[in-house]
């Protein structure tokens, strides 16, 4: 039986850039999006070099193959991004459940108010249960709704109801989300650790405007 070549399908899985793209023919996309259409590999490259940029396999499974002209370094940061915003996309919400007790301690409710913070702070919705057995399920009403509201006042993040308290089958519940403001900080924490990650790259980009060959392909 013969063995596989890891070494080939590796190689064949990397970023094609410049003189290590190997297909003779290429569609040829700008940096500005313009369609420079079919050209061949050497056209291709002069046509990269006018503009003092990359030239880089972005659909290496066409026919031909498409290449985009481009900066490499802005280009590897812009597929950094579209895979973090897809992986983002991809988790999906639940309604995680938390559970107390009258008799719960001090320690404990800090503990469980913690973990409730984490699960909001991941963009998930929590149940929480006010559990009563026994006598405490004739307990007045306002003083269970109560207890319920003292957990909730000591959650150490924002929050947003988005169910009040109810009578439940385990006692008294409610259900509470990430607040809008809360996602607006996260959103503005987001744009200027971005804001950072450009102005140093631009930093650098002045300072060398473009890497030779053996220094891109070593970032693959």
């Known amino acids: 039986m013969q063995k596989p070549n890891y070494h080939k399908k590796y190689k064949d899985n990397r970023i094609r850039i410049n ?5 003779q023919e290429l569609r040829v996309v700008g940096p500005q999006g313009e369609n420079f259409g079919t050209m061949s590999r050497i056209d291709a490259l002069k046509k990269s070099s ?10 290496p499974k066409s026919k031909p193959p498409v290449a985009k002209i481009t900066d490499y370094g802005q ?14 996309k991809s988790n999906v919400t639940e309604t995680k459940n938390a ?20 699960w909001l702070k991941e963009g998930h919705r929590v149940r929480i249960d006010l559990f ?8 007045e009403t306002g003083f269970l709704k109560e207890r319920l509201e003292r957990f909730l006042r000591i959650l150490p993040v924002e929050y947003k ?3 009040p308290i109810k009578k439940s089958p385990k006692g008294f519940s409610t259900t509470i989300e ?3 403001k809360t996602k607006q900080q996260d959103a503005k924490k987001e744009l200027l650790e971005i ?3 450009v102005n140093k790259k631009n930093g650098q980009v002045s300072k060398s405007k473009k890497k030779t060959l053996d220094e891109l392909m070593n970032l693959i």
């Open 99 to 118: 559970q107390v007790k009258i008799g719960t301690s001090e320690h404990d409710q800090q503990m469980k108010a913690k973990r409730v913070a984490t």
């Open 50 to 59: 006018e503009f003092k940029l990359d030239l880089i396999v972005i659909s």
């Open 19 to 23: 003189e290590a793209i190997r297909s």
């Open 161 to 163: 109801v988005a169910d």
């Open 75 to 88: 280009y590897r940061y812009d597929t950094k991004q579209k895979a973090s915003k897809t992986k983002a």
């Open 132 to 139: 009563l057995w026994g006598r405490y399920k004739y307990m």
């Open 178 to 180: 990430k607040s809008l």
């Open 195 to 197: 804001d950072k990650t």
